[in-house]
């Protein structure tokens, strides 16, 4: 079947914590925006972009661990595709915030 191929991301949400109607776990991955919020709000705060971004991606460590996961219970490959594609858009919400926040200190 292949393996999922994820980009490297961390994630704080727990698989063993999705074990519900997948309907529910997804119910929680629908507004990144709210967590690159989060994210910026440290920025904001003095923590570094480099640092935050770390703590947004999945290391590759865990995308291996789910790659292997998938391939003994293929029906956790959805949840763990939707949980990286989730990172990807937290990520790249907060990276507009920065580049964002960036460009009006320039014209400040």
Known sequence: ?????FC???????PA?????????????????RE?????GLFLRGHSVEELRRDIEIPAA???????ESLRQ???RVTFERMAEYRRHVLAIFDS??????????LQ
């Open 1 to 5: 079947m292949g393996k999922l191929h």
């Open 8 to 14: 490297a991301m961390a994630t704080q949400l727990n």
């Open 17 to 33: 914590t999705l074990a519900g109607p997948i309907d529910d776990a997804f119910r929680e991955l629908e507004f990144p925006q």
């Open 36 to 40: 690159a919020a989060f994210f910026y």
């Open 62 to 68: 865990v995308l291996a661990k789910w790659d292997r």
């Open 74 to 76: 293929p029906e956790q």
């Open 97 to 106: 915030l920065v580049r964002f926040d960036s460009s009006t200190r320039h």
